[in-house]
């Protein structure tokens, strides 16, 4: 089977990847801290993904911390060639299991070798510099920060960059200084600030990657979905995800899952396809 194929293809760096993709953040125990509750579980969803055409893993080392980076090591080095990991770098955890941001360039070049180094590369795909706090991008200049990656990207320690929870005039400084491959922000359905901004990177060819795409900590809930949902005789999580894939040609969905159901349910949304009338339903949704 091949189920991420089925969403279409879009460039990310070196990689045209599917579309559908998987992100490892929820393979960490409770609250992206700590060791799984189920190791062998966790491996096999990440083998189950690349065996469905899975090409685009989206991780952190921050993640546990370290630990969604060793179980993609243990699942799936040595790793296939058309396969691309994107880290983010920008925070760290404490003990407490509380969210530290980590923007010094010497937090930054530590956690590139720290990803690396779980990861088992000697150079990652795609850098992500994550920028803003948990409430959303906030203003500021990234120059000191992306200057220090981009100087790690020319030692070959990094083959792409990207930027996270940024705001336009962000990406307009990072790209400045280096080429930016995509743009991973908060972005779904019900929360569509970057419109604009995924029309104008859709035209540059630049990946968009949104994070919480089925509304994150407080799932989607709308009777305008659920009618889709029914409609299309899926899921309104599947039908949320289907119309991402159908909003622009350069968003990448990098939904997240520890179950193999889900996994396989997030996976079939490729397959859905949305008539005018469903997708102009969906647009106006607030």
């Known amino acids: 089977m091949n189920n991420a194929a089925a969403a279409g293809a879009f460039p990310l760096g070196d990689h045209?990847?599917?579309?559908?993709?998987y992100g490892a953040m929820q393979?960490?125990?409770p609250g992206v801290f700590g060791p799984p509750r189920d190791r062998g579980a966790a491996l096999a969803v990440l083998r189950e993904?690349?065996?469905?055409?899975?090409?685009?893993?989206d991780t952190s080392d921050f993640y546990g911390p370290h630990v969604t980076n060793q179980l993609i090591r243990e699942a799936l080095h040595p790793y296939p060639d058309d396969l691309v990991i994107v880290t983010k770098v920008g925070a760290r955890r404490g003990g407490d299991a509380s969210w530290i941001p980590a923007l010094a360039p010497a937090d930054l070049t530590s956690a590139v070798h720290d990803n690396l180094r779980n990861l088992g590369l000697d150079a990652l795909d795609v850098v992500n510099l994550r920028v803003g706090g948990i409430h959303?991008?906030?203003?500021?200049?990234?120059?000191?920060q992306f200057t220090t990656l981009a100087e790690l990207q020319r030692q070959g320690l990094i083959r792409h960059l990207g930027l996270s929870n940024v705001t336009s005039a962000q990406i307009d400084e990072g790209r400045a200084i280096a080429p930016v491959v995509c743009v991973q922000n908060h972005y779904n359905l019900a929360h569509r600030?970057?419109?604009a901004l995924i029309d104008q990177l859709s035209g540059d060819g630049v990946a968009y990657v949104p994070?919480?795409?089925?509304?994150?900590?407080?799932?989607?809930?709308?009777r305008t979905l659920s009618d889709a949902a029914a409609r299309l005789r899926a899921t309104p999580m599947q039908t949320a995800l289907a119309w991402l894939l159908h909003r622009a040609p350069n968003i990448l969905l990098i939904p997240g899952t520890s179950s193999l159901a889900h996994l396989r349910e997030n996976l079939a949304a490729g397959d859905l396809a949305l008539s005018d009338?469903?997708?102009?339903?969906?647009d106006g949704i607030d």
């Open 16 to 21: 045209t990847v599917n579309r559908l993709g």
């Open 27 to 29: 393979l960490a125990g």
């Open 49 to 57: 993904a690349v065996a469905s055409g899975v090409d685009h893993i």
């Open 136 to 144: 959303g991008p906030s203003e500021g200049s990234i120059e000191e």
């Open 193 to 195: 600030d970057d419109d």
């Open 211 to 222: 994070f919480f795409p089925l509304g994150g900590f407080s799932p989607l809930q709308s």
């Open 277 to 282: 009338e469903v997708a102009a339903g969906l």
